[in-house]
């Protein structure tokens, strides 16, 4: 495979979720369930491995920082730590690491978006049990064919990529869309 037709099969999987986006409109439901959680002063808690992890932090300080335009900071913690993950793994166990984050931060009426583009990252999957526990909404974003995390969640997105980086950049940019939702439905003087 040539270059072009890596960015065709990128393109084609973009396409997919912007059809599928048009009839489900998945990325608005979170949005206003988000800015709900917001409103009665709920938070949102990400978590993912590698490449996620660092799109989970880049989601969070979106809202801890800003967005596009300066606005009131909004509660969102990615759960990645180096002293808590390092110490959860050594005393629990590596797929406890962000369950227990999970529990130390989230409550009911919290929102839980987890990150694994093999869908089968035995930590977000814990941590979506710890969440579900909790009476928090739960969504996740994954790859290829969903893998064990599927249909396990409130709300869920699949991108069927073969490779990481390919759907960890559809992930970022349905992260950006949901963002950008919230501060449409919370600042609209923004827009």
């Known amino acids: 495979m040539n270059l072009i037709e890596s960015y ?4 084609q999987l973009l396409k997919d979720f ?4 048009k009839v489900e ?3 608005e439901k979170i949005a206003m369930r988000l800015a709900q959680a917001f409103e009665t002063k709920n938070k949102v808690l990400i978590c993912g491995n590698g490449g996620s992890n660092c799109d989970a932090l880049h989601f969070a300080e979106e809202f801890t920082g800003r967005f596009r335009s300066n606005r009131r900071a909004l509660p ?4 990645s730590d180096s002293s808590h993950i390092t110490c959860v793994g050594n005393d629990f166990g590596f797929d406890e690491i962000f369950a227990r984050g999970v529990e130390a931060y989230g409550k009911e009426g919290d929102f839980f978006i987890g990150l694994s583009t093999s869908g089968n990252s035995a930590n977000i999957i814990r941590a979506v049990e710890e969440a579900k526990k909790l009476g928090m909404t739960t969504c996740v974003l994954l790859g290829k064919d969903g893998g064990r995390l599927k249909g396990m969640c409130d709300f869920e997105f699949i991108i069927p990529g073969i490779t990481s980086d390919r759907i960890q950049e559809i992930h970022m940019m349905i992260l950006h869309i ?3 939702g919230v501060e449409r439905i919370l600042f609209p003087e923004l827009y």
């Open 178 to 180: 949901i963002i950008e």
């Open 25 to 27: 409109k998945t990325t």
């Open 76 to 79: 969102a913690i990615s759960i």
């Open 18 to 21: 912007i059809e599928k986006e």
């Open 8 to 11: 065709e099969i990128e393109l």
